[in-house]
């Protein structure tokens, strides 16, 4: 039990410290923590930005591919390590504090899937290839036979700062 208790610490601590954003002022400001659907919401609430969403088919817009790329990539990425962090977190207080391999591989799965889609169409780049590795680095550890514990191995969270850095570099603030 001690293990399971301190693999779930390391696996927060990693999704944690990988899925934390600029956003977390919004969730904490309102009390409730911001979701994908209300994430894809507010770029529609604002008509003056440029839509740099993907689509369902993971295509990139026609202006994001002239040159935003790396944005809707950090962004995509940055959504999707939301996500992770509030499955992750409604899992953990609903098992009390535990997490079961199975709920870890699917939050897991949901995140590679989620970079992958945007990294479908976007063209090589600094920022690509550390979102390619964190994909890589969760892809691995959702098919570990205990993905808590793969995922607080220092590979994913050096993924998750080199995408952070690549991102920034880009001029897109995130933090993972």
């Given at each position: 039990m001690r293990t399971r208790v301190t693999s779930a610490v390391l696996f927060t601590a990693a999704v944690l410290s990988l899925a934390a954003c600029s956003d977390d002022d919004k969730t904490e400001a309102?009390?409730?923590?911001t979701t994908a659907a209300t994430s894809a919401s507010a770029p529609a609430a604002t008509s003056s930005a440029p839509d740099v969403s993907i689509s369902e088919s993971g295509a990139i817009p026609g202006s994001a591919a002239n040159?935003?790329?790396?944005?809707?990539?950090?962004?995509?990425?940055?959504?999707?390590?939301?996500?992770?962090?509030?499955?992750?977190?409604?899992i953990m207080k609903a098992g009390n504090g535990d997490i079961k391999p199975a709920d870890a591989k699917a939050i897991l799965d949901d995140f590679t899937k989620s970079v992958n889609q945007a990294?479908?169409?976007?063209?090589?780049?600094?920022?690509?290839?550390?979102?390619?590795?964190?994909?890589?680095e969760a892809a691995k550890a959702a098919s570990a036979a205990d993905p808590v514990e793969a995922a607080?191995?220092?590979?994913?969270?050096?993924?998750?700062?080199?995408?952070?850095?690549?991102?920034?570099?880009?001029?897109?603030?995130?933090?993972f």
């Open positions: 309102s009390g409730t923590p040159g935003s790329a790396d944005k809707v990539v950090c962004e995509a990425s940055n959504t999707a390590g939301e996500a992770m962090k509030t499955a992750m977190l409604k990294l479908d169409q976007a063209p090589e780049s600094t920022v690509s290839t550390a979102a390619q590795k964190v994909a890589d607080a191995a220092p590979g994913f969270e050096k993924a998750g700062t080199e995408l952070t850095a690549a991102c920034k570099a880009a001029g897109i603030s995130v933090n």
